[in-house]
């Protein structure tokens, strides 16, 4: 074929596979042939179809398409399936043929077309009055706007696997709004749970285009609140899914100056062309309800006065077919158009936007839809109940319940990273906006950079981490703030960063990268606005002074590239990007990223309350290039999106977990670039006490604290055998998680009705290293002496355990390890006995573990019999022996986390135990493990929880075991443990709470 031929092929074939969006598979390659035939007179092969079906160029269309449509049959749940299970090879292989590609190597099919994964979307949802409504029938019945929106982002270069990550998590949303159709109303209140810079606009974009298709008439999206996040999400709604025809709001003869009063079109949007066209104008076809905006871009909610109230009510709009049946009666409801405005959380424009609706009237028959976009800030009602009326409201939920009370049909969706506040809610308050119909934990995208990806995790081995497996070593920098020539040394450091990292974007583009259009270094170190026009004279100061041009400039710039960042990339081949053979070949684009640093201010102050803060030409996302150094505060923290962020330098504390984790905008996608982020973090902030504390580990373990909370809300997503979740959020009220005594999930004014009983969880092991600081020994002997009973039963011969590892895996090695360790069989009762003889660290509090453990085993009953404990011995260990001990007890080196006692910085007590030891102790207790081998299968017994031993150096001195000496202190031996009940006893966990 030639060039102009497969031009038309692909075409066809594109028309094709679209044609089968939403249907069965039926025979494309039948199709694709019959229609070249018919249609161009081309006489194909079907070899030739085929190759384009398998083209994974840059430049193939259709390879994309076909992937979406293929995951979109993987994970169907209907009739023409053949009874092949979702997400199997066997389903996959029946559409293969029925698609007409069943004469084919199956395995080289299975390669180029992986198998989708099973979704990791956690629902939370149960006892609904309806059947399920948003069927693949309803679903596909209107799908116009569906369509449009998945369109765009194709079109804009997303990978299809995500767009339909994004089709999947949202139809079960979707589906857990009430159906608009029904005559009976229900206002449901759910919670979708994202990560921070993760994608969450896109997604609920996807349920509004969803929503408007199935029949909703009022989509109102609560932003931020401050006017540049709100013009933000209405440009982004705008571009992607309200398209040029509705913002044009016209018919087909459109004028010029009909043209030029869109203000994108006006203000000369340089990104205008791409905007979303529609096939056809929804304001002239009857079948398509148009989007009629009552905000935009450059203006919120407005009052509209008599004279214009039409623009909210369909019967003066001559949009209802039968004006005596309700507006979402099956008469009427697709004639209706759809209002939507993009509003700040905002006293004035929210009571404003309800006077107006009021003004209408018929509100009860008004299928809305309120989209809370960071639902934890502004929205939850921080007054004290202590203190004030429990009808008492802030100012901004009063309005949102306001608003929900005058619309029985307005169901209430809250989007946010950080959903502490909102799971805390007064639960029993119906005016209340606690989540209490569903919760929705969105899967990690594909790609995405969090809190895990700058932590270890699962790395406990010190002596062991390197660039290549250690994230902290490989992207994070402390900086010592307290030594002032560090701190200043380290402000060189991140400025040199930004520019080397700028010349190697520079680089890369050169040799056939996308282009970076954006490259931002973000300097985050006070709220106070009086603070950053000092940090930003300081650092132009710096800037000035650097000598990029200059001999000393190019060595400081030589030596980062050679010690940071060539290794780091280079050790790294799942993240790195091209990077040149020499510093020599970057030197030339030295220069070049200076100059676009440079050009006006290299250093721009964000931190305004008002949107003319922000409209600077030079901090322009939206129409230009930003190459810049941003310093800022709050406003910096939470919604404003920082494009081509690759610099963080970050040294200010926050009291709260979620302001800290909204603070981390080094979070989010970084394509083309992962191995070049670099985190410059406070390792000892000083506050107004003198007491100082490490923000690095604070995010560790706020990172940790949303790891669990995510695990919390997946043990509570319990279904039934039709697949049907059983369990809301109000029969549940999942439980948050704090690791830090000084950092809280949320603000102390949205935690009034938090306090937590009880917790455990059935065979899942969690470390217990919360220890006091050492002190004088006396805590570290009182522990080894509540232990030493079950050190007595510990005989002289050792079990060997398996676990398997993925990583480090060498060409035929199965990943199959083992470690040996001594076992002991002890009765719970005695367990129990020991645990209560330990001591905590200041804030932390053990009693709802020991809540737990003494109902399942004290109860009527008992669901935990023993503890199989194990002690692992390890590759020529320091030991020794105690009197009454028959076996010699070995001595680790592990970390204390901080052994400041006047510090507030991270958890006391140590890191925790390594995931190798972990499987075994999981699998005994009949946990997610089963890798333990013949050992702990024969431990486990179902009432058999298991409980992980070991003896840590904790000398005044350090934490190496050689320097303990002979006759052994028990002061110096720290005993750590953690433990696993067993999965019958709390099978999807189980936590309690009381009303403060």
């Not at 050790?571 to 006006?600: H, N, T």
């Not at 009983?757 to 050492?774: A, L, Q």
């Amino acid at each position: 074929m030639n060039d102009a031929q497969t031009t038309q092929l692909v075409k066809v074939a594109v028309a094709q596979i679209d044609a089968q969006s939403g249907l069965p598979p039926y025979d494309l390659i039948d199709e694709i042939t019959r229609v070249c035939a018919r249609s161009l007179g081309l006489n194909l092969e079907v070899e030739d179809i085929v190759e384009l079906l398998l083209d994974d160029s840059a430049s193939s269309l259709v390879r994309p398409r076909l992937v979406a449509r293929l995951k979109q049959w993987d994970s169907s749940t209907e009739s023409w399936s053949n009874s092949t299970e979702p997400l199997s090879r066997e389903r996959r292989h029946f559409v293969y043929g029925q698609l007409g590609l069943g004469g084919l190597d199956f395995p080289n099919l299975d390669a180029k077309f992986p198998l989708a994964k099973k979704s990791g979307v956690i629902v939370i949802s149960g006892g609904k009055p309806w059947d399920a409504w948003y069927t693949s029938d309803r679903k596909a019945e209107h799908e116009f706007y569906r369509q449009a929106y998945y369109r765009s982002l194709i079109d804009k270069g997303w990978d299809p696997s995500v767009v339909n990550d994004i089709d999947e998590s949202t139809d079960k949303i979707v589906g857990l709004l009430a159906d608009p159709r029904r005559t009976e109303y229900f206002q449901a209140k759910g919670l979708v749970v994202g990560y921070v810079q993760s994608g969450k606009t896109a997604n609920f974009t996807s349920v509004i285009a969803k929503a408007v298709d199935a029949g909703y008439k009022l989509i109102i999206v609560l932003t931020g609140t401050i006017e540049l996040l709100r013009s933000q999400t209405q440009r982004r709604l705008d571009m992607e899914l309200v398209g040029k025809e509705n913002i044009i709001a016209a018919t087909d003869d459109v004028t010029r100056a009909t043209l030029e009063a869109a203000e994108y079109y006006a203000q000369s949007d340089e990104d205008w062309p791409d905007f979303l066209s529609h096939s056809v104008n929804p304001y002239t076809d009857p079948s398509i309800p148009a989007i009629r905006r009552l905000t935009s871009y450059l203006k919120d909610y407005e009052e509209l006065g008599n004279s214009k109230l039409s623009l909210l009510d369909p019967r003066l709009n001559g949009e209802l077919v039968d004006i005596q049946a309700a507006s979402y009666s099956e008469v009427n409801v697709q004639g209706v158009n759809v209002r939507l405005a993009v509003v700040k959380k905002n006293k004035t424009v929210l009571e404003r936007l309800l006077s107006d609706l009021s003004k209408v009237g018929r509100l009860e028959e008004l299928s809305a839809v309120i989209l809370d976009d960071e639902a934890d800030q502004a929205s939850v009602n921080t007054l004290n109940p202590r203190t004030n009326s429990v009808n008492d409201k802030t100012a901004i939920n009063q309005a949102i319940v306001n608003l929900l009370g005058a619309m029985p049909r307005a169901q209430y969706l809250a989007y946010t990273a950080t959903p502490y506040a909102n799971v805390l809610i007064d639960a029993e308050s119906p005016e209340q906006l606690f989540p209490r119909d569903f919760i929705i934990s969105l899967d990690r995208p594909a790609d995405y950079m969090g809190g895990a990806d700058f932590h270890d995790l699962e790395n406990a081995d010190e002596d062991a981490k390197d660039i290549g497996n250690s994230n902290e070593l490989a992207r994070v920098r402390k900086v010592d703030i307290a030594n002032l020539a560090q701190s200043k040394s380290s402000r060189q450091a991140a400025l040199d960063s930004f520019v080397l990292t700028g010349a190697i974007k520079l680089f890369r583009e050169a040799h056939g990268s996308k282009q970076f259009k954006h490259h931002t270094m973000l300097v985050h170190e006070s709220v106070k606005k009086t603070e950053h026009d000092k940090t930003r004279l300081d650092l132009k100061k710096l800037w000035n002074s650097s000598g990029y041009s200059e001999p000393r400039g190019l060595s400081r710039l030589k030596n980062l590239w050679e010690d940071d960042f060539y290794p780091v990339s280079q050790s790294r081949p799942l993240e790195k990007g091209r990077m040149p053979a020499s510093f020599d070949e970057l030197k030339e684009f030295i220069g070049r990223s200076v100059d676009k640093i440079a050009s006006g201010h290299p250093i721009i102050v964000v931190n305004g309350d008002n949107n003319s803060d922000y409209a600077q030409a030079e901090l322009d996302f939206q129409g230009g290039s930003v190459w810049k150094i941003l310093v800022g505060g709050t406003k910096l923290s939470r919604g404003f999106t920082v494009e081509g962020l690759t610099i963080s330098y970050y040294m200010r504390r926050s009291i709260s977990a979620d302001t800290m984790m909204q603070a981390g905008r080094w979070f989010g996608f970084r394509p083309g670039y992962r191995d070049l982020v670099r985190l410059f973090i406070a390792s000892n902030v000083v506050d107004g006490k003198g007491r100082s504390f490490d923000l690095y580990e604070a995010f560790e373990a706020i990172t940790s604290d949303e790891d669990t909370f995510r695990k919390e809300l997946s043990d509570f997503s319990e279904i039934d055998e039709d697949g049907i979740p059983t369990l809301r959020p109000i029969d549940v009220r999942p439980l948050v998680f704090q690791q830090l005594p000084w950092l809280r999930p949320a603000a102390a004014n949205k935690m009034y009705h938090a306090r937590l009983t009880t917790r455990g969880k059935g065979g899942v092991m969690t470390d217990f290293m919360r220890h006091p600081e050492r002190g004088d020994g006396s805590f570290n002997r009182s522990h080894f002496e509540a232990f030493l009973p079950i050190l007595k039963r510990f005989g002289g011969e050792v079990s060997t355990f398996h676990y398997f590892e993925l990583e480090d895996v060498v060409e035929g090695e199965t990943g199959d390890k083992t470690f040996d360790a001594y076992v002991a069989s002890v009765p719970a009762i005695e367990i129990l006995d020991a645990l209560k003889k330990f001591t905590w660290a200041d804030g932390w509090d053990f009693g709802a573990d020991l809540d737990f453990l003494e109902k399942q085993i004290l109860g009527a009953s008992p669901t935990i019999t023993d503890f199989a404990v194990l002690l692992p011995v390890l590759n020529n260990p320091r030991t020794f022996r105690v009197e009454g001990v028959s076996i010699d007890i070995p001595v680790i080196r592990r970390k204390r986390r901080n052994v400041d006692p006047a510090s507030l910085s991270a958890r006391p007590g140590f890191s925790g135990n390594s995931f190798r030891q972990r499987q075994p102790v999981e699998h005994i207790a009949g946990g997610r493990f089963n890798t333990g081998g013949d050992e702990a299968d024969k431990l486990s017994t179902g009432t058999t929880g298991a409980l992980l031993l070991t003896y840590a150096a904790d000398l005044a001195v350090g934490s190496d075991p050689s320097l303990i000496t002979d006759p052994v202190d028990t002061g110096d031996i720290a005993t750590l443990f953690g433990y696993a009940p067993p999965k019958a006893s709390a099978p999807r966990g189980r936590i309690g709470f009381s009303s403060v």
